[in-house]
């Protein structure tokens, strides 16, 4: 048990679906993050929230949308996404937003594969 | 712009022999570096932190070494077991930005 929850752990979607990535943490955490793991590619930072606010948007095109309702619960909206996007996208949580200077916490990732 | 390596890029070790995992980054004025492990189908699992003031820090049988003048980290793993088997990233964090290696795909033998 991670104390970070991500669902869907597989998800097929096509290119003109719309469809989202949900994260739940129990860990009492005030920072949270989506990040995009591809296969022979460094792990990628794309979006972090703070208190519910978005701090950091790593140039990821608009078809990503993040969603942060609580300081709980993380949302990754996804529309007409591209074959090149299929990759693990990983949630995490961390205490604070200290510029990265604390500990993450990981979720198992949700496998994503477009058509 | 800021670069990590990872060398090598797989592993092999026999049981119990200690062993050397190694970073590289290109930019030395970074805040913190992380070691992280990830298991196949999993997630990131944080191992160490060390602080740029830092030069090290011990957790269990891994010590994590940092030379920020030379852009080196080294994360040793002594007595290894096949249960540290799986895949070892380094990241280094500054200005909010946290980039990764690709990591280590470490195989332990028994």
């Known amino acids: 048990e991670t104390g970070v929850t991500q669902t869907p752990r597989h998800l097929v979607m096509g290119m003109t679906n719309k469809k989202s990535l949900k994260c739940e943490q129990h860990?009492?955490?005030?920072?949270m993050y989506w990040y995009k793991q591809s296969a022979k590619k460094p792990l990628e930072l794309m979006f972090v929230?703070?208190?519910?606010?978005?701090?950091e948007n790593n140039s990821v095109p608009s078809r990503f949308s993040p969603e942060c309702p609580n300081s709980s619960h993380l949302f990754l909206h996804l529309h007409t996404l591209q074959p090149e996007d299929s990759a693990l996208y990983l949630c995490?949580?961390?205490?604070?937003?200290?510029?990265?200077?604390?500990?993450?916490?990981f979720g198992d990732g949700t496998r994503l594969s477009i058509l | 712009k800021q670069e990590v390596t990872q060398i090598p890029a797989a592993l092999s070790v026999p049981e119990g022999e200690n062993l050397v995992l190694n970073c590289s980054f290109t930019?030395?004025?970074?805040?913190?570096l992380q070691w992280f492990r990830q298991d196949p189908g999993k997630g990131l699992t944080s191992l160490l932190l060390?602080?740029?003031?830092?030069r090290e820090q011990t957790s269990g049988r891994l010590n994590a070494s940092l030379d920020k003048s030379s852009g080196r980290s080294t994360l040793y793993i002594a007595a290894s077991q096949p249960g540290d088997s799986a895949t070892y990233l380094c990241?280094?964090?500054?200005?909010?930005?946290?980039?990764f290696g690709k990591g280590t795909r470490l195989h332990i033998l028994p």
């Open positions: 995490a949580s961390s205490q604070d937003w200290a510029g990265g200077n604390q500990p993450q916490h």
């Open positions: 860990l009492g955490h005030n920072a």
């Open positions: 929230y703070s208190l519910e606010e978005r701090v």
């Open positions: 930019d030395s004025a970074i805040y913190n």
């Open positions: 060390i602080q740029s003031s830092q």
């Open positions: 990241a280094v964090i500054r200005d909010d930005k946290i980039i």
